[in-house]
């Protein structure tokens, strides 16, 4: 069984930081691309921040220039460095992992549970 699990999240003031983190562990052979949606209030879940195997980076125009992504391909973990938040940023935030299992070796793209990000003051 994979499992991702994040960390990080809470609450802070607009201009903070917060580090996401997540750790994907479990029956794995392979991942390619790792990355972060988030999901506001009554709102879909978007695409934030995404990194491929070899460290391609994508990020929402939103959060150009104030989120850094990044990975270790040996921990299977990827992390989110958020800087200067706003208010907007305020979400659930989701790690995703497309991921081969050594179970099936099938493809599939499996979530983490959230961690909640709340930026106000």
């Known amino acids: 069984q994979v499992q991702l699990v994040e960390s990080g999240g809470g609450l802070v003031q607009p201009g903070g930081s917060l580090r996401l983190s997540c750790a994907a562990s479990g029956s794995i052979a392979s991942i390619n691309n790792m990355g972060w949606y988030c999901q506001a209030p009554a709102k879909q879940r978007e695409l934030g921040a995404s990194?491929?195997?070899?460290?391609?980076?994508n990020y929402a125009d939103s959060v150009k220039g104030r989120f850094t992504i990044s990975r270790d391909n040996a921990k299977n973990t990827v992390t989110l460095q958020m800087n200067k938040l706003e208010p907007e940023d305020t979400a659930v935030y989701y790690c995703d992992a497309y991921i081969q299992s050594r179970r099936s070796w099938s493809w599939s793209h499996y979530w983490g549970q959230g961690t909640q990000v709340t930026v106000s003051s």
């Open positions: 990194i491929t195997r070899i460290y391609g980076t």
